[in-house]
């Protein structure tokens, strides 16, 4: 059964300053891995999307690196912001479509900008 | 971009009551999810559909059920509500090509 683990789950950084994200899965036969951001009481927004084949995907300040072998995903922002304050989730997707392309989610990151 | 909607931001039901969830889509996507999220268990999938009129179980399941007459609408179920059905529900829609899942805002319920 895929497990998906983000660690730590808290992190507080100065304005300015990069975030490193970490994300980890144990089972290397994903589909696809994607980054989610979550404000406090709303839903999930999503950020960058992984194939499998593919090995980082950048959208402005984001960077998001897949190493399927080791089991790893990383997101950068850079340059942060007190509006990047927020949990963020990553998700994994199994290689098997018929599952309905369901996702197993970490248990976030919840991240603190300070001015 | 995909836009998901659910048909309430908050609600609060009595235990016993029958409560419909809605969700709307407004792209031609074939499959849908609902999804509780709770402090400390994260995110867990109730039910699933890939297609109208079909449905799958998630990983929890009991005490729900749902309805897919329409591509574009999943509805969720609480069958007789519940103390412990208090939580945040969430709908998400994706594509069969890419299969990045859009979530809709949520709906947060408590049964008293």
């Known amino acids: 059964k895929q497990e998906v683990t983000q660690i730590p789950a808290a992190l507080s950084v100065p304005e300015g300053e990069n975030l490193v994200l970490n994300c980890s899965f144990t089972d290397s036969a994903i589909y696809n891995l994607q980054w989610f951001r979550q404000d406090p009481g709303k839903g999930l927004t999503s950020l960058l999307l992984?194939?499998?084949?593919?090995r980082e995907q950048t959208s402005g300040r984001l960077n998001a690196s897949l190493d399927k072998s080791s089991g790893r995903s990383t997101l950068y922002i850079a340059a942060s912001q007190p509006g990047d304050s927020a949990t963020y989730l990553c998700a994994v997707q199994g290689g098997v479509k018929a599952a309905g392309n369901k996702l197993t989610f970490g248990g976030g990151t919840r991240v603190l900008v300070k001015p | 971009d995909v836009k998901v909607t659910q048909s309430s931001r908050y609600l609060v039901k009595r235990t016993g009551e029958k409560v419909f969830l809605e969700c709307v889509q407004d792209?031609?996507?074939?499959?849908m999810f609902w999804y509780r999220q709770d402090p400390g268990l994260g995110l867990r999938l109730i039910y699933f559909s890939y297609d109208v009129k079909m449905k799958e179980k998630g990983d929890i399941p009991e005490g729900y059920s749902v309805s897919r007459e329409k591509k574009e609408r999943f509805s969720l179920i609480l069958e007789s509500a519940s103390t412990n059905q208090t939580s945040m529900y969430l709908c998400a829609a994706t594509g069969q090509l890419i299969y990045e899942q859009y979530f809709g805002p949520g709906t947060r319920l408590t049964v008293t």
């Open positions: 992984i194939q499998s084949s593919q």
């Open positions: 792209m031609d996507h074939e499959n």
